[in-house]
Nanobody, 124 residues
Framework: QVQLDESGGGAVQAGGSLRLSCTAS????????MGWFRQAPGKDREFVAT????????FYAESVKGRFTISRDNAKNTVYLQMNNLKPEDTAVYYC?????????????????WGQGTQVTVSS
């Protein structure tokens, strides 16, 4: 069972930045795509960003494109989400997820393992 440990959430004002980190256990991290999802109160979980196993391919939700950057360091078994120019509507619990394939689609059911979530709160 893969364990995903997230960190980096917090409270910021609109326009601010945060960087989320997610470290995975195990030795197969470098073969698997990773993603970030989020869930706001009363809303469904939604896709944020995904990155391929090599890091060469990324894909973003339209709502975060140009503001968020997903990256990974396979030597550290870690995936990151750099979030800039944060908006109040970005407020949510953010989840790291490990996919079932090297180049995963942005669908939640393509991900086999999930972190516990980290809260991001953006005030206006």
């Amino acid at each position: 069972q893969v364990q995903l440990d997230e960190s980096g959430g917090g409270a910021v004002q609109a326009g601010g930045s945060l960087r989320l980190s997610c470290t995975a256990s195990g030795s197969t991290f470098w073969t698997i795509g990773m993603g970030w999802f989020r869930q706001a109160p009363g809303k469904d979980r939604e896709f944020v960003a995904t990155i391929s196993a090599s890091g060469g391919r990324t894909f973003y939700a339209e709502s975060v494109k140009g503001r968020f950057t997903i990256s990974r360091d396979n030597a550290k078994n870690t995936v990151y989400l750099q979030m800039n120019n944060l908006k109040p509507e970005d407020t949510a619990v953010y989840y790291c997820a490990m996919a079932r394939a090297a180049v995963p689609p942005p669908d939640w059911d393509a991900y086999a393992s999930w972190g516990q979530g980290t809260q991001v709160t953006v005030s206006s």
